[in-house]
């Protein structure tokens, strides 16, 4: 009996440490498009290996509601796998909401299972495994209403407010400490679940929606470590390393994104950037721009050799990306080379508008990135800009006083030509005017981006009869 | 109990260390399944709910456990599945090698 | 000990991926100076065979640790010396940064 | 008592977690110049960190042994860090005797100490252990001493040789399994390391002086697994990690050194691949081929806008390498545009050719790796060939019937005019005629490389005044 109790004991802590293998490389194949799907592969047999493992258990006595849970999970999680693309921000939101809900529910297991027999160090681990985990319960289903637009997406700030939540955030602390020293006090734990809960609220109110991926991506990293303090308290080596997997995952994003903003990470937990919109919009009303109709559009692309196609964010909420392809299409026939440059925060999501035209079928080796693209715009006789904005602002350059100054733009303004798809002269997100549109050689193309592309291509279809 | 924690500390230190080495050399094309890979990946956190449900120790468990298995199970099979289809999309102009 | 095994087999593949990650990325301008740093930081043997000399439990382990104390030391001190020797001769023909 | 006891036991353990930080991040600092002295300090303040938690603890009695121990191997030590630049690989096999050497005692010690309470896998282990660090040691002998020259570096072969090799090994490991399956059988044990020690000596038996590097890398790769095992053993991490970041580390370099000669391990370790060089040399007698004089070679050189010199093996040997600085020193004074083609097993050892040109002063940025100075041939005045032959030989791109074919080689051919230093039309390390030697535009050199290149620099000087 205890022979085969080790016997399996062991087995299982084998199959988690192939477990853990297949994790680190389904991560190392996902580096390039030619390995990435093995890599999901790899994950998806690491986490069968990992459930059979679990499975075989000693104590578990009862499998029909384990059973039960999984087929109920599962069905929850097929819809989850098929929404619209255009959704996959507010989806990875509401997935960190689950994953930091189902550790907050074993951390809280875990205490009242133990208590009051929980040594300090395992209650200190678990105080900052639900602290951490009901914080980003709710914090991400609040980035998640923000980015679905249920709640309203401009931030709300008042004086002092960043003193009240971290006073908030203090209350949780205090309570962890005194756990620590006194574990048996297990009338205090529900403080700790539900301070942070509100905490996780508060957090996220002054952010302006438009900085939710960000915060999405910090989130990330906080689900990674409370899971990696779970693996301290269950004492599951598999579980700590999938924890700093995905929390160094999460880090590192926020911190390319953040990086590509030209921001610090206190500047965009605490600096309400999305306010600034209202203000500076609307003004210069007096300088001159040149716009242009889809049928003079058509033509110049029509006459262009080399063509770079700049997508935004106003490409993915037009759901222009099938569009824009037809147009890569009918160009390419004709003989045009056409490329497409991604900034690295182009749109509401890290890689989101590679994803977007990914599903419609643009071929991955036509996108570039920003500092492979950049030398090329004095050769290009065409910069279409589609729905993008903060991302060519040449002010980032040249604006001292800009609030993006020394952010990395693409350099569409060096093309040859340019012409840019808007509905308006509204700003975008960081809410500033942007000088490009004034310049000589820009054409404002005014519209919704999926029809006006989708008018340049009858042009262009009908040019060809 | 402190031999435990700190065997934990040398797996997190050196888990952390490829995550950084890994996740930095992730092409930035792949951000986007990235984060609902890790996503999946993270879910793993299903099988301790998974024993608190099969222990059945106490009814407080038992229930909280249900919950946090559908939950960690939906980030499963959604995390994977939605990587999958992203990635799916993702084709190159030049024929691949046969 | 099967525990102790398994936590040692966690810690050797995270330590042997991170090696693998790491290494390849060293430039080949540097390898001979890696062979001698590794080379140093293998002979943390050195440990092991301090604690043999210093429990002193039976004449023989005693005698096998000084010996072993002795060639670890010379790696450890001879490894980092020329690893550093053979560093402070790279110049760059750029003035550094200040 | 025990609490103290505990509490030192913690302290060791954290000290141990900063010593394999502190490791990991020296071999990530040393990939790049800029970081590298970096790297080597974090690796020595990681030593003494691991070395001081070490003498905590609780079983040491006696200091004094131990003091004077780590006194008379830094003795040892002091010198082995002031060798030649040009002994470095022997040294560095030596270094591998001495580390084996440490594992193999260790184990035994502990074996000792022990036996008979070893559980199975726990001797297994240590049969690992000592098996690799005996063969290790020995091996690591043999390399030294032919690479010293001490040995004869003609590779010794005879019939069934890989057979009588194997067999030895194979009883090694029987011993080792029946140990495994009686661990009281302690008067086994010594057969377990002496036998590897033989097969040490029989393994290196057929392999040329020139083999050695991969050789040497393989046996790195051995006694990093080694020391590893030797952590599972003392249950100590630290060691593990250090030991599978060694292995790895001469795993990687062996590769890499076996795909630059185009060979396969199996063909390294069992070819015999020095044995061709005295058969295939000395043919060819007919063809042509042109010499040119110290000042003629310097007329060319001085006349030349661009120049790349490809150093190779001869210019180890004939420690050449300060004079070769001092051509660099006369041609940039006179505006030439002079860079170094560095193949990845030009020498003897994996980056030879850059620790001996950093050591005369040469600046790193100068030194070209084969792949990014390839393509740039066409449009260089002079490819300076200095002791190199092997991997500037074209056959390996054009002949198939060559034992190099396929070999990654610098396209020295396709300079304006190309000059080889060398003292005779004698092959190099691989023992066939290079092609190179007898086209049009191809001028030879004969001469020891040192005083070759000294009188040319003389040429330069005089022509100035
Ligand atoms: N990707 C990330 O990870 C990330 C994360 C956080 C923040 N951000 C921020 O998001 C911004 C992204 O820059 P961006 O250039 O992609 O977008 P942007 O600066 O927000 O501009 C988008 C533009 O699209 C236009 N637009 C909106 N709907 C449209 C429609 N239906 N048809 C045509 N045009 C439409 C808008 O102008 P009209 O209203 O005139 O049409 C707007 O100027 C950056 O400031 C970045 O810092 C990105
Ligand atoms: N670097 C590594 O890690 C490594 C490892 C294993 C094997 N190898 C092998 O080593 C070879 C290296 O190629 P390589 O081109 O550098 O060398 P090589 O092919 O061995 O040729 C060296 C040449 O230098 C000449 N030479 C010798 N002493 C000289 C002196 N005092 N002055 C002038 N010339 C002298 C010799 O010609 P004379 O006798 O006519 O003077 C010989 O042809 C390759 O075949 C490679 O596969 C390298």
Redesign the interface.
């Known amino acids: 009996m205890t022979a085969e109790f ?1 016997g399996n ?2 087995l299982i ?2 199959l988690y ?1 192939v ?3 297949l ?2 490389l ?3 194949w ?5 390995t ?2 093995r ?2 592969l790899a ?2 047999i ?2 069968v290996l ?2 059979a ?3 075989l ?1 000693h ?5 029909k ?2 059973a ?3 087929v ?12 619209q ?1 255009t959704a ?1 921000p507010q ?2 939101a509401l ?2 909401a ?2 930091a ?3 907050t ?2 951390g ?2 875990e205490f ?2 133990r208590t009051p027999d929980v ?1 300090r ?2 209650m200190a ?1 678990l105080s900052m495994e639900v602290i951490l985990a009901s914080l980003t319960f709710t914090g991400s289903l609040m980035a998640a209403g923000k980015l679905q637009e249920v709640l309203p997406q401009r931030p709300i700030t008042y004086r002092g407010q960043n003193f009240v939540n971290l006073g908030v955030l203090a209350i949780a602390i205090v309570v962890a400490v005194f756990l620590v020293l006194h574990p048996g006090a297990k009338e205090l734990f529900p403080i700790m679940i539900v301070v942070p809960l509100i905490f996780g609220v508060l957090m996220i109110v002054p952010i302006g929606g438009a900085d939710m991926p960000t915060v ?2 910090l989130l ?1 990293s906080y ?2 470590l409370s ?2 303090a ?3 308290v ?17 880090f ?2 926020s911190v ?1 994104m953040s990086k590509a903003m030209n921001r610090s990470f206190t500047n965009v937990l605490f600096g309400a950037f999305g306010q600034v919109q209202a203000s500076t919009a609307g003004a210069k009303e007096d300088k001159v721009v040149r716009s242009a109709t889809p049928d003079e559009a058509a033509g110049i692309l029509a006459a262009a050799n080399r063509v770079v196609v700049v997508p935004g964010y106003g490409m993915a909420v037009a759901q222009a990306q099938h569009k824009v392809r037809e147009l890569y299409d009918a160009l390419t026939k004709r003989g045009v080379d056409v490329r497409f440059a ?1 900034h ?1 925060v182009a749109g509401r ?4 508008m ?2 977007l035209l ?2 419609a ?1 643009v ?5 570039m ?1 920003m500092d492979d693209i950049n030398s090329d715009f004095p050769q290009t006789d065409v910069a279409l800009v589609i729905g993008a904005n903060d991302v060519t602002n040449p002010a980032a350059r040249t604006d001292q006083s800009s609030p993006i100054f020394g952010m990395p733009i693409l350099d569409v303004d060096k093309a040859r030509t340019v012409m840019v798809i808007k509905r308006s002269m509204n700003p975008g997100f960081a809410g500033i005017d942007n000088p490009l549109y004034y310049l000589d050689r820009t054409l404002m193309l005014f519209g919704d981006a999926k029809s006006f592309v989708n008018s340049i291509v009858h042009e262009l279809a009908g040019n060809t009869h | ?2 031999s ?2 700190i ?2 500390l040398f ?2 230190m050196l ?2 260390f ?3 080495e ?37 009814n ?3 229930i ?31 024929p ?1 090698k046969p």
């Open positions: 080790a004991q062991q802590e084998i440490l477990a853990s293998v994790f680190i389904s991560l190392k996902l580096s390039a498009p030619s990435a799907r890599g999901v994950g998806e690491g986490m990992a459930i493992g679990t499975l258990h104590g578990i006595v009862d499998y509601w384990i039960i849970a999984l109920l999970g599962s069905g929850i999680g097929v819809p989850l796998g098929l929404v693309m996959v989806r990875t997935s960190h689950f994953g809900l189902c550790v529910l074993v809280t297991s009242y299972l040594p160090f395992m681990v999405i991506s990330n689900a990674g899971a990696a779970m693996g301290f269950l004492n599951s080596k598999l579980l700590i390393i999938a924890g700093a997997l995905d929390g160094s995952s999460g590192i994003l390319i991604i690295p999501m890290p890689g989101h590679n994803v990914a599903e079928d071929p991955y080796d036509k996108l990135e | 109990m402190g435990a924690l065997d934990g797996v997190f888990a952390g490829i995550g950084f890994v996740i930095r050399r992730v092409s930035p094309l792949l951000h986007t399944p990235l984060m609902s890979l890790t996503n999946a990946l993270d879910a793993i956190a299903v099988v301790g709910a998974i024993v608190l449900v099969g222990e059945h120790k106490s407080l468990s038992f909280l456990g249900m919950i946090a298995v559908v939950a960690a199970t939906s980030n499963v099979v959604g995390g994977f599945l939605i990587t999958d289809r992203m990635l799916r999309m993702f084709k190159s102009s030049r691949t």
